[in-house]
């Protein structure tokens, strides 16, 4: 079983709906990372927190440190958001998630 | 100049050749990172350099050699692989090398590499 569990793995929405994606952890860390990955590779950081929610334009993520679970969230999704979507965190180490496949249809 | 950029973007290689993968950024950070995505698996972090120091190494088999001559210049060195290596092998940095990974990296574009 992956330290870093996300859900779901694939996820289809229409233009304009609201996404949410998940993030569980089984280790202890310092600060969780979204990260985006585009169908070229290329990874771009979206957000590392460690308590508490941030925002930055239609992105949306919350971390609940007891709970050992963090959320992505889109609003008013658009077909440029669609990627794959990557929570990680730790300690001394990286951990990884399989990553979210996000498809957003016109 | 993009901030961490990475040559060549793809690579074909057969198992008895020799390469390289560099990596070099522009943000004055400290700290740079290889990392390897396989199909269908999670993000790997194979090594890690502060201050041109290699201060993690995950295991990594002894075919894929890592190089820092400066801050600024990452090389992963490759040498008889095997067809299960191919993979996109991305490059990150950061400011420094907090212990808890608490610094943001920025990764670049990575190189998708096949073994024949």
């Known amino acids: 079983k992956n330290e870093v569990e996300q859900s779901p793995q694939n996820l289809t929405a229409q233009e304009g709906e609201f996404i949410t994606i998940n993030c569980s952890y089984s280790v202890g860390i310092s600060a969780l990372h979204w990260l985006q990955q585009h169908p070229g590779g290329g990874i771009v950081s979206l957000f590392m927190?460690?308590?508490g929610k941030k925002k930055h334009g239609r992105l949306i993520a919350t971390i609940n440190i007891q709970e050992k679970h963090s959320s992505l969230h889109i609003t008013a999704s658009h077909p440029r958001d669609s990627a794959v979507y990557i929570c990680?965190?730790?300690?001394?180490?990286?951990?990884f998630g399989a990553g979210t496949r996000l498809t957003v249809k016109p | 100049e993009t901030g961490v950029t990475q040559t060549p973007r793809h690579l074909v290689m057969g198992m008895t050749n020799k390469k390289s993968l560099k990596c070099e950024q522009h943000?004055?950070?400290?700290?740079m990172y290889w990392y390897k995505q396989s199909a269908k698996k999670p993000l790997e972090l194979m090594f890690v350099y502060s201050l041109e120091e290699r201060v993690e190494n995950n295991s990594v088999p002894s075919r894929f050699s890592p190089e820092c001559p400066n801050s600024s210049h990452l090389f992963l060195h490759l040498h008889t692989l095997q067809p299960e290596d191919s993979a996109l092998y991305l490059c990150?940095?950061?400011?420094?090398?907090?212990?808890?990974?608490?610094?943001?990296?920025?990764f670049g574009p990575g190189t998708r590499l096949t073994v024949l």
């Open positions: 927190l460690s308590s």
């Open positions: 990680a965190g730790g300690n001394n180490d990286m951990r």
């Open positions: 990150a940095s950061s400011q420094e090398l907090a212990p808890s990974f608490y610094n943001e990296q920025f």
């Open positions: 943000l004055g950070h400290n700290a």
